[in-house]
């Protein structure tokens, strides 16, 4: 028996003892991510597992749930990264290509996890060192080779030659093999730092110190000043284009002409200081200054698809000067708000489909069912509209614990992590009279968080953006808006709705509205005493167009159908998230890492609701 | 014969350490769970970089431990248990933690990757933070004992335990230490939220189970230095003094490491504006007040 | 006498040590590795005051070394290029001037070492603990002026340099 990531070496004597160490102390890195699988009513931190955040740390990759298209090349690299020997237990996966096939497979329980921990702990002590252990490839882990100007880091070919702008000999690269210039990359790619890439983004980067000796000579290398010559050419040292020396070498030096190929340098001598000397304040003095005044190197630095503490599946590289956030690029791996138009769809078929939403599914649930019903023309008794109210409730109560559980995550704030994921496990399932018993260790939850040391300092002033720009849901609610599809529902005006809002516009203000609305909503519930998750009705063979709209726990989601002989279709889904994406380049320029990254975490996003 | 002794209760009180460390941040309580972490560790493959520099990925994690094994070497667990008695012992102790920024640097620079670059330099300005407040409330100790040596700073207390004497310097010195010895919430370098890993993030196998034990010998050299400089070292009824030691130390460290669990990380800028503008005045009020005193009162 | 030449060895060892990464400092490519260098360098000087016995010096310098030379690590990972040394580039620049400059500092330094009288070689020194107390009563006796206006000076000269930076940047970021 053997691991499909086992290490090479024969299992004896020392091997077996480690062997059985690491089956005795798993630490696992969850895919797509610990909220998604507490989502699916998964307690991992009860059972004996370890979780970390890096799979640089991990010993077994669990999946749970198969893997969605967009993210199976970062599941790919993920893998590969993990120190052998390695093991996958997949909970409810399916087919996890291009992974080897999973060393430990259950269904998607909490029972189901438990044994799948006891066979994938057999299996590891077995299996973890054979003699015949073999590597991992896959399509995404393949590199290729690119060349590059040390001078010129934007300069990037195919193959060897020479830079265009100064001349210089192109120096080999490697990168990601798939995907533009090695940006698709999942975290941790170690290559994403060239250290010969620190040189300065502008045209006018070259170190020239020129010595006294090159006074008479006709041609020298702006790099090497000893290299002289008599003829145009290139210098033996670096490749470089030779220029024309100039006959003084000293003081009264004119910008332009003089070094060929370096236009936009104009150097006034500076007394002391020898002739052409470029100072690094010249060299970057093009370069948008950062907000801290300090000029350092740009480095692209992916966060996600699967970051601790980001939501799963959204793919955020940021441009980094230095600590701060000089660019951002966002987009989501898994976006399903792309519905399927042309071919007809049974209505049940269609409300799976979109309540297969990874996060938040009754909401989405409930969304289908409105529009098609609202387009069959179907209305309902008080009783079910009040049932399905508070299933989106306790929905709302449950996405916002997994929230504040993320943003422990995040900030370190593990006590919170904990509690917040447990009690969004003891939610998700539960009847109106277990909910209402839980309103006590939620208020007290949300009251210790509301107070905790550091807290205000942490999220003050962080994730503001312009008044101009659009957001829904409880984003916008925190800046003092007023966007809540709920206002419009009058099942919820009889359950005693009334929108709740907060000024400040920053992460301060919707961690405070997200924690308003779970007293809320557990007051909602309570109100309506029956829960029960959306059913379509039977919808006959009928013809229309219909609309509904529902607050999602991330904010007003519109949905249009046109049934057509009992049929849908056509289908167009507007989401919160997608506007909220947008959002991100505002959030993050020129803030601090750490800050950044609150910020995106404050915004609740998912991935999944997004355009794809 | 005392160095033995020292290093043993050393191994144990690191062993200690990473079994509370591990029920506050995991939230397992495991007394066997280090032990077969470490062995696991063990047997896992070394990575190693592309383009790493490959001497600092390596000493990164040995020159951690050896900086911590240097701190505790001036610190004293008993009258006469301790490795060695420096004449300038509290200082030597602050220039073995130097190291601890050295070792940081390197192992940031050497990966070759995006975190650990900005989690090393990272460290580098929480360093700026914390080095004022970890020599100046020392340098108010070493008022009150009249000598710079570890072994005169304990005696000195025999009347009065320092953090009663002086509370301001026993706040900022503890807060300076959880600050080097990167703990939550002050552990910028190591941010899993914000940076997977930071430093510890490119190791893997035998060189991150070095890394973790020296840290964890970081942490037990400065609660072994809190307790020495602030809470009377081995002083103490009824028990003898090593055991005195012993639990004061466990107890510093389990307080040092359970802490950060209740609140989020601190913001750089903001701590670094706190240290500065509030930490270094009231470091420089408690010598002002810790010398008047001294002065004035016989104690 | 055995334990003058114990003394002697580690002294050579630790001398040959500073010299050696003192050299390091200019023949490595990779700014963060001559930074580091430096950094070694410094710490073989204090550990040559160790085995001179001047402990507080020792110490000291070990400990003020390590935090100086990792700053000036990040100022050149800031304002050099390549400073991972891949490039493999050439970055010492007025080759003659540094070395004429540098030749008549060895020849200065060798003359100062042995031409004057510097008094026997002390048999016994002073323990540590005696020393540390002559050297703060020398200090906060005799020197005080010198070490409190070096003091201020060097504060000052800090204050102005972080001004000078910033303050154009200021205007620059309209």
């Known amino acids: 028996m053997m691991l499909s990531g086992a290490r090479q070496g024969a299992l004896s004597g020392i091997r077996r003892v480690i062997a059985t160490a690491m089956s005795r102390d798993l630490s696992a890195f969850v895919l797509p991510g610990p909220a998604i699988a507490r989502s699916r009513g998964l307690d991992l931190a009860g059972s004996n597992l370890i979780i970390v955040g890096t799979p640089r740390h991990a010993g077994v990759l669990i999946i749970v749930g198969p893997i969605a298209e967009g993210l199976q090349d970062a599941a790919a690299v993920v893998y590969a990264q993990m120190p052998r020997p390695r093991a996958i237990l997949a909970l409810g996966a399916g087919d996890i290509a291009p992974l080897p096939v999973a060393d430990a497979s259950a269904p998607l329980t909490q029972d189901g996890l438990r044994s799948g921990l006891a066979e994938l702990r057999r299996v590891v002590e077995a299996g973890a060192f054979h003699v015949d252990a073999a590597d991992f490839t896959a399509a995404a882990l393949e590199v290729r080779i690119e060349y590059t100007c040390p001078m010129h880091p934007e300069v990037i070919r195919d193959e060897p030659g020479d830079c265009p702008k100064c001349g210089m000999t192109l120096v080999p690269r490697e990168t990601s093999a798939v995907g533009h210039g090695g940006h698709e990359q999942a975290q941790n790619m170690a290559e994403t730092v060239d250290h010969s890439e620190h040189a300065p983004k502008s045209d006018d980067s070259c170190h020239a110190g020129h010595d006294e000796t090159a006074k008479d000579a006709a041609y020298t290398c702006p790099m090497h000043p000893e290299v002289v010559s008599d003829e145009p050419g290139k210098c033996p040292k670096c490749g470089m284009n030779l220029v024309k020396a100039d006959g003084e070498g000293g003081q009264g030096h004119e910008g332009h002409g003089t070094h060929g190929g370096h236009d936009e340098h104009s150097s006034e001598p500076v007394d002391g200081i020898e002739p052409h000397f470029m100072s690094m304040v010249e060299l970057t003095k093009d370069q948008p200054r950062s907000s801290d005044g300090l000029q350092m190197e740009w480095i692209e630095a992916p966060f996600g698809p699967f970051f601790p503490g980001l939501p799963a599946g959204l793919h955020l590289s940021l441009t980094l000067d230095g600590d701060t956030v000089a660019g951002s690029d966002a987009r989501s791996l898994v976006g399903m708000a792309d519905l399927p138009g042309g071919t007809a769809m049974a209505p049940g078929q269609f409300v799976d489909h979109l309540a297969a939403m990874q996060l938040s599914p009754i909401a989405y649930r409930a969304l289908a069912c409105a529009a098609i019903e609202d387009a069959a023309g179907i209305a309902f008794g008080a009783d079910d509209r009040r049932a399905r109210a508070a299933a989106i409730e306790r929905e709302r109560i449950a996405s916002h614990l997994s929230w504040l559980a993320e943003f422990g995550v995040q900030t370190g704030f593990l006590w919170l992590a904990g509690r917040a994921g447990a009690l969004q496990l003891a939610v998700q399932g539960a009847g109106t009279a277990e909910i209402v018993a839980l309103a006590g260790p939620i208020g007290r939850l949300i009251r210790r968080v509301q107070a905790a040391p550091l807290m205000r300092m942490r999220l003050r002033g962080i994730g503001r953006f312009g008044k101009d720009r659009v957001a829904w849901g409880p984003v916008d609610r925190a800046r003092g808006g007023g966007s809540d599809a709920r206002s419009d529902d009058a099942t919820l005006k009889e359950l005693g709705f009334g929108i709740r809002v907060r000024n400040g516009g920053d992460a301060l203000a919707r961690m405070m509205l997200r924690c308003d609305e779970i007293d809320q909503s557990i007051g909602l519930i309570a109100t309506a005493g029956t829960l029960a998750a959306p059913m379509l009705a039977d919808v006959g063979v009928v013809s229309g167009e219909g609309a509904a709209s529902i607050e999602t726990p991330r904010g007003a989601a519109r949905l249009t159908v046109t049934l057509t002989d009992g049929k849908v279709t056509g289908a167009e889904l507007e989401t919160p998230s997608t506007a909220h994406l947008a959002l991100i380049d505002d959030l993050t320029r020129q803030r601090e890492l750490g800050d950044a990254l609150v910020a995106v975490g404050s915004l609740d996003l998912s991935p999944w609701e997004m355009r794809g | ?299 | 006498m055995t334990g003058m030449t114990v003394q002697m060895i580690f002294l050579v060892f630790f001398g040959a040590a500073a010299v050696w990464f003192g050299i390091v400092v200019f023949r490595t490519h990779s700014m963060v590795r001559s930074a580091l260098a430096l950094l070694f360098s410094q710490t073989a000087v204090g550990a040559m005051f160790l085995v001179m016995q001047a402990e507080f010096l020792g110490v000291l310098q070990i400990m003020m070394m390590a935090t100086e030379m990792s700053v000036m690590a990040i100022f050149m990972v800031m304002f050099m290029m390549d400073p991972g040394g891949l490039g493999e580039m050439d970055m010492t620049h007025q080759k003659r001037l540094s070395l004429s400059a540098g030749g008549i500092g060895l020849l200065a330094s060798l003359l100062l070492v042995w031409l004057p009288d510097w008094g026997p070689v002390a048999l016994s020194v002073p323990g540590a603990h005696e020393q540390a107390q002559a050297l703060g009563r020398e200090l906060l006796g005799r020197s005080m002026l010198v070490f409190q206006s070096a003091g201020l000076t060097i504060l000052t000269a800090m204050v102005a340099a972080t001004m000078v930076a910033i303050v154009p940047n200021a205007e620059q970021r309209k």
């Open chain 2, 1 to 299: 014969m005392t160095v033995a002794i020292v290093l043993l209760s050393l191994a144990l009180g690191a062993y200690l350490l990473a079994v509370i460390e591990r029920w506050a941040v995991h939230g397992h309580l495991s007394l066997t769970g280090p032990a077969w972490a470490a062995l696991a560790l063990l047997g896992r493959e070394s990575v190693l970089a592309r383009k790493s520099d490959r001497l600092f990925f390596e000493i990164g994690p040995v020159l951690l431990l050896v900086a911590g094994l240097l701190a505790v070497a001036v610190i004293p667990l008993a009258p006469g248990l301790i490795i060695s008695d420096l004449a300038t012992g509290a200082l030597f102790l602050n220039a073995a933690l130097a190291y601890v920024l050295v070792a940081l640097i390197m192992a940031g620079w050497g990966p070759n990757g995006a975190y650990a670059m900005i989690a090393g330099w990272r460290f580098l300005g929480q360093f700026i933070a914390y080095a004022m407040l970890i020599v100046m409330p020392i340098t108010a100790v070493a008022m009150r004992a009249e000598s710079l040596s570890t072994v005169q700073i304990v005696t000195s207390q025999a009347q009065l335990w320092n953090v009663i004497y002086q509370p301001i310097g026993f706040v900022l010195f503890v807060v300076a230490a959880m600050g080097l010895a990167w703990l939550p919430p002050l552990d910028l370098p190591d941010a899993t939220g914000e940076l997977a890993g930071g430093v510890e993030a490119d190791y893997t196998g035998a060189r991150l189970a070095v890394l973790r034990l020296g840290r964890m010998t970081i942490i037990l050299a400065l609660a072994g230095a809190t307790v020495t400089f602030y809470l009377g070292g081995w002083l103490g009824p009824w028990l003898p003094p090593w055991a005195w030691s012993a639990i004061k130390i466990m107890l510093v460290a389990a307080a040092m490491l359970g802490v950060g669990r209740y609140m989020p990380r601190i913001r750089e800028a903001r701590y670094l504006a706190l240290s500065w503008k509030l930490g270094i005045s009231l470091a420089l009020a408690n010598i002002f007040i810790v010398g008047v005193i001294a002065l004035v009162v016989p104690l």
